[in-house]
C-alpha cells in the first residue's frame, strides 16, 4: 500500500500486516477507540499516531524482528507504541511498572530492544534500564522529562500521519517470571505468528455473524479466539473496559487486543478501583470486561447501597481467569449481574486452553470448561500416563503446531518445558464423566495472587541474603480476596530470637530487593524445615498445615 494510496483495505488484508487499526479508522475514523485519564484518542486519531511513530522507528534504523521495549501505564500511548511495532514487523516487550531498575533493566537488554519507550511515572527504573541496556538506538519519554530520552510528543509530531509504505506484521514477546533466576521471555516466530493471526481474523469476522455462523475449526483452536467468539462484539454498540495493567498478558490479549481487533473502542482504568470500575462501566455503557477473582471479591464487598448507585445492566460478557475463583463468589456475582460471567484456563506460552459459560458453569460449578476439539489437552499421573476419568494428575496442554512458544535465548528451560507435544503449568485436576475439568491443586512452586503469578523462590533468594536466616521457604496461603498470600516459613541462624520484631525486620529487608507483590505479607518461624533426603526442602509439606480443610489447594 502506497503511502499515498487511499485504496481501501480489506479486514483480512490489515490483520495480516499489522493494519487492523488502519481498517477501522478508514470504516469509522470518529468512533471512539481509547479512553483514559490521560487523554482519549478516536480510531482515526489512534490510526495516525501509530503512523506516525512507525516513521520515527523507522527512521531510527529499526528493522523488522528487532525488538522495542514499553514501559508504559494505561495510557493512549502504550497502544500506540503496541500497535506501531506491530505494524512495522517489531518485536514489542511490555514491561511490568511494579518490577524493580534491576528486574525492567534485565529485560529491556535481554530482549535485546532497539527501541524504549518509558513513561515519566517511572522514570527511576527508565533510566536504570536505559543505562544498563546495550543496543538501544531510540528512547523516548511520555507524559514528561526523563534523563538521556527524547520527548516523546515532539519526537513523534514532526512526522507524516498518513499510512505507511510496506507495512508488515509484527510480533510480541511477553516475559514470565521463573521458579528460579530471572524473567524469561515467551518468544514465537514473526511468520509463524502471522499465521495465527491470520487465522484469528477470520474468526474475529465470523464473531460479528449471526450465532450459527461458527468460526473455522483451525481458528477456533485458540482459547483467545473461543473467548473472542462468545463476546459476540458489536463494534457500533460495544464497549470494553480494561480493568488491569495492559502490561499483563489477559488484559492485552482480552481488553485491548481483541477487542481493538474488532473495532470496538476500550477505556482503561488507571488502577483499580471496585467502585470507579462501576462508575466507569454506568458512565460508558460498558458492555465487556475481563477480571480476576479478587475483583469479584472487592465487588462483592461493596455497600449494597454503594452498588445500587450504578447502573451495571449493560455489561453482557464479563470474563474471569488468571486465577482460580471460589464457587460462592462467582455464583455471588452471577446472582448480581446476571449470567454473563465466563471463564477461561489458559498459559502465556499458548495452547488450546479451557473456556466456560455461564449456562454451563451453573451445571458444572467450579468447572473451568472442555479444552477445544482440535486439542487434545490430557491429565497424566508422575509416569506420563494418562488418567482415567475422575484421577487427579497434573495437567498438559497441547502445544499449537504453528506458532508454537520458546523461551528466548534459553533452549534448556524450552525443551524442558515439554513433554513431547504437550506442556504444562504445574497444575493439578481431573476430567469428569462429561469431559470438564476441575483443578484441585498446583504445584507448590507457583503462588498466584490477585490473578499474578509469583514465584517463591525469588523470595527466598532474598531472604537468604539476611544474615538471621539459617533458611526459608516461600509459600501461597489462603487468602479469601486475594485468593492467596505470600508468607514465608523461616528457620533462624543461632543466635538470633523469633519475635514480631525479627518478622517485621525481614519483611522490610525483602521489600527493599523486591516488589511488595513478591514480598511476603508474613512470616512464620521453625526449628526445622522439612527436607527430603537429598537436603531438598519439600515446599509442599511446608504449604499443607495451612491448606488443611480447605475445599480446593488452589
Not at 495516525?48 to 528487532?66: E, H, M, T, W
Not at 471460589?326 to 446472582?335: G, R
Not at 486452553?353 to 458444572?364: A, N, R, S, T, V
Request: proline share 6%.
Amino acid at each position: 500500500m502506497s503511502e499515498a494510496s487511499t485504496e481501501q483495505i480489506t479486514q483480512q488484508e490489515a490483520a495480516t500486516t499489522g493494519m487492523l487499526i488502519a481498517y477501522h479508522a478508514q470504516q469509522a475514523p470518529e468512533r471512539m477507540a481509547v479512553t483514559t485519564v490521560y487523554g482519549e484518542r478516536t480510531f482515526g486519531q489512534l490510526n495516525s499516531r501509530i503512523n506516525q511513530l512507525a516513521r520515527v522507528f523507522r527512521q531510527a534504523g529499526l528493522q523488522p524482528d528487532d525488538a522495542v521495549a514499553l514501559l508504559l501505564v494505561n495510557r493512549c500511548e502504550f497502544l500506540e507504541v503496541y500497535y506501531a511495532a506491530m505494524r512495522t514487523g517489531l518485536r514489542v516487550t511490555p514491561i511490568n511498572w511494579h518490577l524493580t531498575g534491576d528486574d525492567a533493566a534485565y529485560i529491556v537488554d535481554n530482549c535485546e530492544a532497539k527501541g524504549f519507550v518509558a513513561d515519566v511515572e517511572c522514570a527511576t527504573t527508565a533510566q536504570q534500564a536505559l543505562s544498563q541496556a546495550s543496543g538501544v538506538k531510540i528512547a523516548l519519554a511520555v507524559g514528561g522529562e526523563i534523563e538521556g530520552f527524547e520527548d516523546y510528543e515532539e519526537t513523534v509530531d514532526q512526522q507524516p500521519s498518513h499510512n505507511i509504505d510496506n507495512p508488515t506484521s509484527g510480533s510480541q514477546m511477553l516475559y514470565t517470571s521463573g521458579t528460579t533466576g530471572r524473567p524469561k521471555g515467551v518468544y514465537r516466530d514473526r511468520v509463524a505468528l502471522r499465521r495465527a493471526i491470520a487465522a484469528q481474523a477470520g474468526a474475529a469476522q465470523a464473531a460479528t455473524q449471526p450465532a450459527q455462523a461458527a468460526p473455522a475449526p483451525a481458528a477456533r483452536a485458540p482459547v483467545a479466539t473461543a473467548a473472542g467468539g462468545a463476546a459476540g462484539y458489536n463494534p457500533d454498540t460495544d464497549r470494553t473496559l480494561c480493568t488491569g495493567p495492559g502490561y499483563h498478558a489477559a488484559p492485552l490479549a482480552f481488553n485491548i487486543l481483541s477487542p481493538i481487533a474488532q473495532g470496538v473502542g476500550i477505556v482503561m482504568m488507571d488502577r483499580w478501583d471496585a467502585e470507579e470500575c462501576l462508575r466507569l462501566v454506568a458512565e460508558y455503557k460498558i458492555t465487556h470486561t475481563h477480571m480476576v477473582a479478587t475483583m469479584f471479591h472487592r465487588l462483592l464487598s461493596l455497600p449494597e447501597e454503594v452498588r445500587s448507585n450504578y447502573d451495571s445492566s449493560s455489561l453482557r460478557y464479563v470474563l474471569h481467569g488468571a486465577a482460580p475463583c471460589p464457587v460462592h463468589v462467582k455464583q455471588a456475582m452471577m446472582d448480581w449481574l446476571g449470567p454473563v460471567i465466563y471463564e477461561y484456563y489458559a498459559a502465556t506460552e499458548g495452547g488450546g486452553g479451557f473456556f466456560i459459560g455461564p449456562e454451563d458453569w451453573l451445571k458444572k460449578p467450579g468447572s473451568v470448561g472442555k479444552a477445544p476439539d482440535a486439542n487434545n489437552n490430557k491429565i497424566v499421573d508422575d509416569e506420563g500416563n494418562e488418567v482415567p476419568q475422575g484421577e487427579i494428575g497434573t495437567i498438559y496442554f497441547q502445544a499449537p503446531q504453528v506458532g508454537r512458544f520458546e523461551y528466548y535465548k534459553d533452549s534448556k528451560k524450552t525443551a524442558d518445558s515439554y513433554m513431547g507435544d504437550f506442556f504444562t503449568l504445574g497444575d493439578m485436576g481431573y476430567f469428569d464423566a462429561d469431559g470438564y475439568l476441575f483443578l484441585t491443586g498446583r504445584n507448590a512452586e507457583t503462588i498466584i495472587s490477585g490473578g499474578v503469578n509469583i514465584y517463591p523462590q525469588e523470595a527466598d533468594n532474598v531472604l537468604l541474603k539476611h544474615p538471621a536466616i539459617a533458611d526459608v521457604c516461600t509459600i501461597g496461603i489462603p487468602n479469601e480476596e486475594w485468593g492467596e498470600e505470600v508468607k514465608s516459613v523461616v528457620q533462624l541462624n543461632e543466635g538470633y530470637s523469633e519475635s514480631n520484631e525479627m518478622a517485621e525486620e525481614l519483611i522490610t529487608f525483602s521489600r527493599e530487593m523486591l516488589p511488595a507483590y513478591k514480598s511476603p505479607r508474613s512470616i512464620d518461624f521453625v526449628a526445622e524445615l522439612p527436607r527430603l533426603p537429598s537436603g531438598k526442602i519439600q515446599r509442599r509439606k511446608v504449604r499443607e498445615p495451612y491448606w488443611a480443610g480447605m475445599d480446593k489447594q488452589i
